[in-house]
């Protein structure tokens, strides 16, 4: 079992950028799927998550509606779209799959992949 976040970068202020979260050998049509983010010197936190049925779930505090989660199912992959970026935004995205649709908490999920970098410069 594998996920795999990839889409990170380093991007200016007010910018955008697609997060993908691709899965191996796990099928995340069965998952709840969560987005998490790292500042520096900051505790992993809640962004973002889909549930098993679909529905969608944020940090209202931390995106402030410029952040989209969706599934494809063709794909086997969860995206994060992330608009009007700001440089408190920049942090390692983790992604991780999950049984419970509470979502919030690191410990509702089974899963993590490993994370990418988005950095956002003023």
């Known amino acids: 079992v594998q996920l795999q976040a990839s889409g990170g970068g380093l991007v200016q202020a007010g910018g955008s950028l697609r997060l993908s979260c691709a899965a191996s050998g796990l099928n995340l049509d069965y998952y709840a799927i969560g987005w998490f983010r790292q500042a520096p010197g900051k505790e992993r936190e809640f962004v973002a998550g889909i549930r098993l049925s679909g529905g969608t779930f944020y940090n209202t505090d931390a995106t402030k509606g410029r952040f989209t989660i969706s599934r494809d199912s063709a794909k086997n992959t969860v995206y994060l779209y992330m608009n009007s970026l700001k440089p408190e935004d920049t942090g390692v995205y983790y992604c991780?799959?999950?049984?419970?649709?509470?979502?919030?908490?690191?410990?509702?999920?089974?899963?993590w992949g490993k994370g990418t970098q988005v950095t956002v410069s003023s």
């Open positions: 991780a799959a999950g049984l419970s649709d509470t979502m919030t908490s690191s410990s509702d999920y089974n899963y």
